[in-house]
């Protein structure tokens, strides 16, 4: 089956070569049109994966806390814009602003600001989140960071960052390749073209390391940490992913991935219906936020959920309601367990510099990184 898609990657590619990795991913993902995320429903058991807040409620709540606990920390500053990249169907947002409402005043000088590229998502979430009580201003959604108000900026990225295009590079023979995509009997494929000068990654791999950057990620990444040293706030970003001291050990391995119906797929295939992604780097992340913010992390998002209490709410949400017991339980389990979301997910937090450590980071020094592109 050929996607419509599908026809318009191929007249491009014939008209002006190969394309480079990043633009198929935006292309595939963005296109208002038949992009994956203009067509409709992909979250859920019955779309192509399922999310932390989709699993359970006690996610979104303990995140919305964890925001109050940095808020207070920092002042309380009213008002200030809390804000979430990629919302999906709003429900991590709902949960936070439902467990939020033990501090009222957080709720009155928030300025709820949603950001995300999916025109049927973003009606979902309006569904959802229009009407929440106890706000003083209804949430507004804006198509980039960059189009918010400049004020202290707490904010919340869950499986965001993966879905943001990447550049790969394959180290052979001492030349880095870069990946395009291109067209050869009827059908898309890969392609390597060698890279040189100012399109060379400035890194020494070993052979057959592959390295991956995401340009957009760094781009937001560096607004998030200029609006907070500015203003400040704090940044949580929760995602599958991977540190620089991990790629050096696991070795330099390919993220780059399709998903379908919450099965792998070949990316080159059904263009446009597919979820295309790759891990986060966290550390690169952290380096484009830039030196006047501290990163704290990437920690397990079972770790991290520990120690802010995910036992303790599930407990005390099964004691209110035991026959969600069993439920609650499954749900609190898929999240921490190392076998299951706990290990694979990280959890990384940008604050001011000279700020106390944030929640669940107790222990973990802010590293301090030195820009290395
Ligand atoms: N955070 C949600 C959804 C994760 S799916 C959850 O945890 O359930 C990724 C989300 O990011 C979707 O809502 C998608 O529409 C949005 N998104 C993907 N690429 C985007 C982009 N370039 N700009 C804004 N939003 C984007």
Known sequence: MTTPLETRIRAEIAATGPMRLDRYMDVCLGDPEHGYYAAGAPIGAAGDFT???????????????????????????????????????????????????????????????????????????????????????????????????ELPLFLIANEFFDALPIRQWRRRSGVWLEQYI???????????????????????????????ISEPSRAVAAQ??????????????????????????????????????????????????????????????????????????PIGQGVFLSRIGAPERAAALARAAPDRAEDLASGLRRLIDPDAMGALFRAMALLPRDRSTPAGFEHIEAASKPHQP
């Open 51 to 149: 999310t932390a807040p989709e699993i359970s409620q006690i996610f979104g709540e303990l995140v919305g806390l964890w925001l109050v606990q940095c808020w207070i920390d920092q002042g309380a500053p009213d008002p200030f814009v809390l804000v979430e990249l990629g919302p999906g169907r709003g429900v991590l947002m709902a949960d936070a602003l439902r467990a939020a409402r033990v501090v009222p005043a957080f709720l009155a000088a928030a300025r709820v600001r949603l950001v995300d590229a999916s025109a049927p998502l973003r009606a979902e979430q309006e569904r959802r989140l229009l009407g929440s009580p106890g706000l003083s201003e209804p949430p507004a959604w804006r198509a980039r960071l960059d189009e918010i108000e």
């Open 182 to 212: 291109g067209a050869e009997d009827g059908r898309l494929t890969f392609h390597s073209v060698p890279s040189s000068g100012a399109e060379e990654p400035p890194h020494a791999a070993p052979d057959g390391g592959v390295l991956e």
């Open 224 to 297: 998030i940490g200029a609006r907070i040293a500015r203003s400040c706030g704090a940044a949580l970003i929760v995602d599958y992913g991977y540190s620089d001291a991990d790629r050096t050990n696991a070795g330099w391995l390919e993220t780059f991935q399709a998903v379908r119906r919450h099965q792998p797929v070949d990316p080159l295939q059904t263009p446009g219906d597919a979820d295309l992604t790759a891990h986060v780097a966290f550390d690169d992340l952290a380096r484009a936020a830039g030196p006047s913010v501290a990163a704290y992390g």
